[in-house]
């Protein structure tokens, strides 16, 4: 079984401060991590991932993420927030080793930039 | 950029009644997916979809839902008999490739079904 945990309803930070949304996740292989940003009335767009390799990874829009195996968690990071990047934000996992390749996905945080 | 797309954007149905929602998915991707959004709710995963048969179901994923791939282009997602609970907004997603493969999934804006 695959679980994601996203335990911040929502994230309220100024613009030009960091940010940090937090994920934790429960796999029985190899995790594959991703996060995923939807914006109003639009479908899900993709972030970054981790696979394998470096635990920092880097994405769009500025985003990166930090794998941390031991503590099983998967938080997403901006150093300098802006206010279009007020959206909500899903963490979502696969198993490694599942060959239908079903993401399960946290129940995802709303980010609030402020001017 | 491709993207993958989804028709109609809402459907509303009167429970009982039979939907299919369409995607057309990017056009060099191998695998396909459905998702569901049930308002307020987690984004769960309904079915995958690999060289026209299904790779993985969920338990949601019963015999009142069925997928096709009808031609090169189209996927859809048939309701059968829809129930009130059914009602969500049903996500179509697509991926170059699976399996123990690692490509990340781009989703469709979503149909949004409403069964009455």
């Known amino acids: 079984a695959q679980s994601v945990a996203q335990p911040e309803d929502q994230v309220n930070v100024a613009e030009g401060n960091p940010l940090t949304v937090k994920c934790t996740y429960s796999v029985s292989g190899n995790p594959y991590l991703f996060w995923y940003v939807q914006y109003p009335n639009r479908g899900l767009q993709f972030l970054l991932k981790?696979?394998?390799?470096?635990?920092l990874v880097k994405g769009s829009y500025g985003f990166e993420a930090e794998f941390n195996k031991s503590q099983t968690s998967f938080h997403l990071k901006k150093p300098s927030a802006l206010v279009s990047d007020s959206a909500l934000y899903f963490c979502a996992v696969r198993d490694g080793r599942n060959a239908g390749n079903m993401l399960t996905f946290g129940g995802g945080t709303r980010l609030m930039v402020k001017p | 950029e491709p993207e993958v797309t989804q028709t109609p954007s809402h459907q509303v149905t009167q429970m009982g009644q039979e939907v299919i929602l369409r995607c057309v998915p990017i056009?060099?991707?191998?695998?396909f997916y459905w998702y569901r959004q049930i308002l307020g709710q987690k984004v769960e995963f309904l079915v995958s979809f690999y060289n026209n048969e299904i790779s993985e179901k969920s338990e949601i994923f019963d015999d009142q839902f069925s997928v096709e791939r009808p031609d090169g282009s189209n996927f859809t997602l048939k309701i059968r008999s829809t129930k009130l609970e059914d009602s969500a907004m049903y996500f179509c997603?697509?991926?170059?490739?699976?399996?123990?493969?690692?490509?990340?999934?781009?989703f469709g804006p979503g149909t949004r079904l409403t069964v009455l």
């Open positions: 997603a697509s991926s170059e490739a699976g399996g123990t493969s690692y490509n990340e999934q781009f």
């Open positions: 981790y696979i394998t390799g470096d635990n």
């Open positions: 056009s060099n991707h191998l695998y």
